[in-house]
T-cell receptor
Framework: EAQVTQNPRYLITVTGKKLTVTCSQNMNHEYMSWYRQDPGLGLRQIYYSMNVEVTDKGDVPEGYKVSRKEKRNFPLILESPSPNQTSLYFC?????????????FGQGTRLTVV | GDSVTQMEGPVTLSEEAFLTINCTYTATGYPSLFWYVQYPGEGLQLLLKATKADDKGSNKGFEATYRKETTSFHLEKGSVQVSDSAVYFCALSDSGGSNYKLTFGKGTLLTVNP
């Protein structure tokens, strides 16, 4: 089954404690991306990756890092989380093709920073 | 920059009622347009898409037509069911560069009562 898997689904952490949210896809997609979803704001892109070792900033990259060492994995790293990073996070992947192809989303990670 | 404006919710309907969720967009290029649906506790799933002017996307009884002259992509369904209760996101993907970013509206929560 084609899927994007994120872990953990829920996470409560304290300010300043480094954390990583993992994302893995089994569709051999080149393109992967992270979004955050906040009430009244919809989804906003944090980072994206066109392929292995190729990453770039999205619209709201501050406070986040990513890496793409393998095609299937695209972890999101919060080096020093702050309460304003409390949000619902989604990882997405799609084939390189064109902008018309479907993006597949993970089930989301609800992060609370206290 | 690109933007998507969609009808603010929440929208509450009775089963078998007609649904319209309005969506308009601003884009610099020739975008592809999408409707994604988010069921409670799940990630986003593609509902339908249209890639050029006058295209009609359809799926599960939902329809939307790409109207370039009015920059709109309104979602419609003739007879909603309780199982259609979800958050609906209008989104676009523009042809700008190599980032297949999806620009989302803020989402519309639909509740269908029996």
């Amino acid at each position: 089954e084609a899927q994007v898997t994120q872990n953990p689904r829920y996470l409560i952490t304290v300010t300043g404690k480094k954390l990583t949210v993992t994302c893995s896809q089994n569709m051999n997609h080149e393109y992967m991306s992270w979004y955050r979803q906040d009430p009244g704001l919809g989804l906003r892109q944090i980072y994206y990756s066109m392929n292995v070792e190729v990453t770039d900033k999205g619209d709201v990259p501050e406070g986040y890092k990513v890496s793409r060492k393998e095609k299937r994995n695209f972890p999101l790293i919060l080096e020093s989380p702050s309460p304003n990073q409390t949000s619902l996070y989604f990882c997405a992947s799609k084939s390189q093709g064109t902008m018309n192809t479907e993006a597949f989303f993970g089930q989301g990670t609800r992060l609370t920073v206290v | 920059g690109d933007s998507v404006t969609q009808m603010e919710g929440p929208v509450t309907l009775s089963e078998e009622a007609f649904l319209t969720i309005n969506c308009t967009y601003t884009a610099t290029g020739y975008p592809s347009l999408f409707w994604y649906v988010q069921y409670p506790g799940e990630g986003l799933q593609l509902l339908l898409k249209a890639t050029k002017a006058d295209d009609k996307g359809s799926n599960k009884g939902f329809e939307a037509t790409y109207r370039k002259e009015t920059t709109s992509f309104h979602l419609e369904k003739g007879s909603v069911q309780v199982s259609d209760s979800a958050v609906y996101f209008c989104a676009l993907s523009d042809s700008g560069g190599s980032n297949y970013k999806l620009t989302f509206g803020k989402g519309t929560l639909l509740t269908v009562n029996p």
